[in-house]
Structure formats: C-alpha cells, structure tokens
C-alpha cells in the first residue's frame, strides 16, 4: 500500500467524524532518487595509509591500557583496544577522505526507501518501526559519562536487545541485517540511523540531517536498562529521562510528535491501538488530535491508558497526555498543533541531534547530508 495516499488522508478523516486538514499530494519515494544509476567512482590506488593508521589506533590504545590499566579480563581488554583503534580509523579516515562517498550512502538510502511498504505488516509501512529502532538505538545516550548513543549499535547484543522498551525492535533488526548484507562496508549505527532519516522523510516528515561516522561496538558497550522513556509515567520521567540525554522542554515535545506514526502492540508494550488516524504519515495530527479531541482512560484489562471519546479507536498514552498537562510542554503542544511546518522545522533538528548522540565529532567527515532528492 502506498505510505501517503488522498484516499486514505479522505477515509481517515471521515471516521474521525470532523475535519482534519490533510495534505493530499502523493509523497511516495518524495525523496528517494531517480533517473540512470550512478557510476561508482573508480577504486583508489593501493595505499599503505589505512594500515599505518591502523597501526597507529591500535599503538595508542594499547599505550592507554598499559599506562592506565583495567580491570577487565584480556579478552574485554582485547576488545576495548579494538574499539579505542576503531575510533581512531574513523577519525582519520574522515579526515583524509577515504570514506564512502555520500552517492554511496544514498544507495543505501534508497534502498531502504524500496523496502519500506510491507503488505500484511501493521498498517502496510516499516516506516514507523524503523523510526523507533533509530529512537531507541541512540536514545540511551547518558551527556554524564558520555556513555550509550548510537556509536556502537549495542541493541545487537542481549541484555539490551531484550530490554522491554526495545520489545519488537527484531523486526526492524531483521530487516536491516538484509540490507547489510547487502551493503557490509556501513556500519550498523549508520544503517540504523539513515533507515530512520529515510523512514521519516519517506513517510511525508521534514528533511533530516544526517552523516555518517558511527562505528560498530562489542557486548561491553550494552546500555543498562531503564535509560528510554517509560510510557506509563508523566512530565517529571518525561525531563529526567530527556535532560540526561541533553534535551530541553521544546525538543521533549518535538521529539514526541514522532507519535504520528504507528502503533503499540499488546505483545510488546502492552498497550494498544495508534495515536492517529494516518498512522503511515508523518503530520502534525498527533498534536492536533492531542489538543482538540476530548480523551478518557480506557476501561479494559491492559495498562492505563487513553481513548478517544468519539470513536474509541485511537490512543495516548500517560506520558502523551503530560504533554498538555504540563504548562511548559503544552505551550509547544499549541504551537506544533497549528503550524506543522514549525513542527518540522524543530522535529528535523532535535531528531538530527538525537541520532548523532554518543558519536565523537572526530568520527564525523564533515557537514550533514541532506539524504534524497528534493
């Protein structure tokens, strides 16, 4: 099924039972490229560079270990060194251009772009279960001790990938692995984050920034538990969990109109139903629905959470509604609620900043790309 369609904005609307305003252009593969295939640059000559650099990684990783010690088994030890090296190749090759080209990443991109419609699955779209695989990957992120973020793509390994909040984050796991396979050179940071870029742009949402430079980790590097948002809980979890990443109260609420699209699933959060009636479209209407449509708790033997009055078909849920509680998130509700370009416009950069969270600038080559073409 097609992610953005007038027909569905018109059904949508009309089981809603009131106007919604909707745009009604046909956004699919908006911003995956077209026209003749692009001719990979020639391979580079032979260089000895990447190996001295190597070299260099690993001799001042080692240095560090043997200079400050650890408390680690050798086999952990072994392994930092080879993070420490990693984080070091990256860097330099950034700086000396020897990275994949951004042709090569928008490649990738559309790929994905390709991928993203799956008849039989939720509501036809991975779109929303790849946002919340990029959300949850960098979104352990800790500014104290610069710990978690999206540089070691550690939901790969147990215990984080068997965390509750990343319950059926699998699905978007497996379907990413395919599209490694076919492109092993990127890492897995950087497939997650760009499918999430993709999945948002794709779907109707602002233009992204995004670069690569993140860089693969090992088991060592798992976030603990707890460090994603509890969607039982209100406004005060909402900052803790938010200020430790290095957020404020106006890219809390942007953040949270990532809303729009999908669903919650009784096997995996235990809640259930979507948040709007165009759960496959990236809009405002979460906002709109959150400020204008009366709500009431549901009354069934699940978790706590909201209905709507009118056609009890739609959800929010406790940390959704403490958004309009709350008088400093609510002001930007308001906002957001009736000017969705100005929605795009802070959603586009706090989600930028969310998925660069725990990468060393170092390890960045340069500016952002805007991925797609417009």
């Known amino acids: 099924m097609s992610l953005r369609t007038p027909m569905l904005r018109t059904a949508c609307a009309r089981r809603a039972g009131q106007s919604v305003n909707l745009r009604t252009q046909v956004i699919k593969r908006r911003f995956a490229s077209g026209g003749p295939e692009i001719t990979p640059p020639p ?3 032979s260089s000895s560079v990447p190996y001295l650099l190597a070299g260099v990684g690993l001799a001042a990783a080692g240095a560090a270990y043997l200079f400050y010690g650890t408390d680690g088994t050798p086999r952990e030890t072994a392994k930092e060194i080879g993070s420490e090296a990693r984080g070091l190749a990256a860097a330099a090759e950034g700086k000396l251009g020897l990275r994949h080209k951004q042709e090569d990443y928008q490649k990738v991109y559309d790929k994905i772009a390709d991928t993203l419609e799956k008849e039989g ?13 990029a959300w949850h990957a960098s979104g352990t992120y ?4 610069n710990s978690g973020g999206s540089n070691y793509a550690t939901m790969r390994f147990k215990p984080e990938s068997e965390h509750g909040a990343n319950n059926g984050l699998n699905v978007a796991r497996d379907h990413m692995q395919k599209i490694k396979e076919e492109f092993p050179w990127i890492s897995y940071g950087d497939l997650w984050t760009l ?3 993709a999945a948002v742009q794709e779907s109707g949402g602002p233009t992204v920034p995004w670069r690569p430079g993140r860089i693969d980790g090992f088991e060592h590097h798992v976030t603990p538990d707890g460090r994603l948002p509890d969607a039982a809980q209100a406004q005060d979890h909402l900052r803790f969990i938010f200020y430790r990443m290095g957020f404020n109260d106006q890219e809390i609420v942007a953040l949270s109109g990532a809303h729009a699209m999908g669903r919650c699933h009784t096997d995996r959060s235990g809640f259930d139903g979507p948040w709007t009636f165009s759960p496959v479209t990236f809009s405002n209407q979460y906002f709109t629905l959150l400020q204008d449509e009366p709500w009431q708790w549901r009354k069934w033997k699940g978790p706590a959470q909201y209905e709507d009055k009118k056609t009890k078909t739609l959800m929010m849920l406790p940390t959704d509604m403490a958004l309009v509680k709350d008088k400093s998130f609510k002001k930007f509700v308001d906002v957001y609620a009736k000017d969705e370009e100005a929605f795009f416009k802070d959603f ?3 989600f930028a900043k969310l998925l660069e969270l725990g990468v060393p600038t170092a390890q960045f080559a340069g500016d952002a790309w805007k991925m797609g073409s417009q």
């Not at 699955?121 to 695989?133: C, E, K």
């Not at 800790?142 to 001790?145: F, G, I, M, S, T």
């Open 195 to 197: 499918g999430g870029v």
């Open 43 to 45: 391979p580079p000559r």
């Open 348 to 350: 586009s950069q706090a």
């Open 142 to 145: 800790n500014k104290e001790d």
């Open 121 to 133: 699955y939720d509501d036809g779209s991975l779109a929303p279960v790849l946002i919340r695989l």
